[in-house]
Nanobody, 119 residues
Framework: QVQLVESGGGLVQPGGSLRLSCGASGSDISRYVMGWYRQAPGKQRELVATITRGGSANYVDSVKGRFTISRDNAKNTVYLQMNSLKPEDTAVYYC?????????????WGQGTQVTVSS
């Protein structure tokens, strides 16, 4: 079992920055692909960014060049640096841990943190 706790959300003006953190306990995240997802009101949850065990990152097109995902396995923590924020980035952001072992999927979610971009 992995427990994930997000923090760092809040209210920010357009063009501003926030840094989200996802602290993990119960297991070593170095074995997991880690990801950030978001869900805006009335919309489906969407993938924002993922980072592999080796540190390779992938992003949804809408955040490329503005968001950066990183991981610190020693601290068992994943980060999402969000710059040049736009109102359309407003959503609840969720941390995810995902891995397969012997064809069994282990997938865990945090409780989410609200990000609101508004003037």
């Amino acid at each position: 079992q992995v427990q994930l706790v997000e923090s760092g959300g809040g209210l920010v003006q357009p063009g501003g920055s926030l840094r989200l953190s996802c602290g993990a306990s119960g297991s070593d995240i170095s074995r997991y692909v880690m990801g950030w997802y978001r869900q805006a009101p009335g919309k489906q949850r969407e993938l924002v960014a993922t980072i592999t065990r080796g540190g390779s990152a992938n992003y949804v097109d809408s955040v490329k060049g503005r968001f950066t995902i990183s991981r610190d396995n020693a601290k068992n923590t994943v980060y999402l640096q969000m710059n040049s924020l736009k109102p359309e980035d407003t959503a609840v952001y969720y941390c995810n841990a995902d891995r397969y072992q012997l064809a069994i999927r282990y997938n865990y979610w945090g409780q989410g943190t609200q990000v609101t971009v508004s003037s």
